[in-house]
């Protein structure tokens, strides 16, 4: 892949990403990730390697986690993708307690992706699965039985 080639084709994902999620209802979190098509969200994560949670967010929930960036207060640490051979810009991650709106996620969405994370591992010959439960997941990294988990934005 050459160093400035997109790691997903968006043009391909648009029209996809119309059928992945209906309007995103005003409930919580958990309701919202239940709402997704995860049939057609996996299909797109096989053939492209991302896929797009439309309205997964509101505009005013995006904005909120947008402006937490600047604030290195809310991050343990940055990583500049330049200095590590991972192409331009950067990514933070973020400290504990994690907002309220990145913990409500984290376990919804993991609940849909262990699944295929396991599917991936198995047809790579990586002997890891990921259990049914974010819990579960955590507590495994917290006794060191994997590599140690974090939220980035």
């Known amino acids: 892949m050459a160093p400035d080639a997109p790691i997903c084709e968006i043009g391909a994902m648009k029209t996809a ?3 992945t999620i209906h309007s995103a209802p005003e409930s919580g979190i958990a309701a919202r990730v239940e709402a997704i098509d995860w ?4 299909r797109d994560l096989d053939a492209y390697g991302c896929t797009v949670l439309k309205s997964l967010l509101t505009v005013d929930e995006c904005r909120a986690l947008s402006a937490l ?6 991050f343990r640490s940055r990583v500049v ?4 051979g991972f192409g331009r810009g950067e990514y933070k991650y973020f400290s504990y307690p ?3 709106l990145i913990a409500e996620l984290r376990p919804a969405l993991y609940a849909q992706l262990h699944g295929v994370a396991n599917r991936w591992n198995e047809a790579m010959g990586i002997d890891i699965r990921y259990p049914e439960k974010h819990a579960a997941f955590l507590e495994r990294c917290r006794t060191g039985e994997a590599d140690a988990v974090a939220a980035a934005i």
């Open 39 to 42: 049939p057609q969200a996996s």
């Open 98 to 100: 994690l907002p309220e």
């Open 17 to 19: 990403a119309s059928k």
């Open 69 to 74: 960036y600047p604030d290195d207060a809310h």
């Open 81 to 84: 993708m330049g200095r590590h």
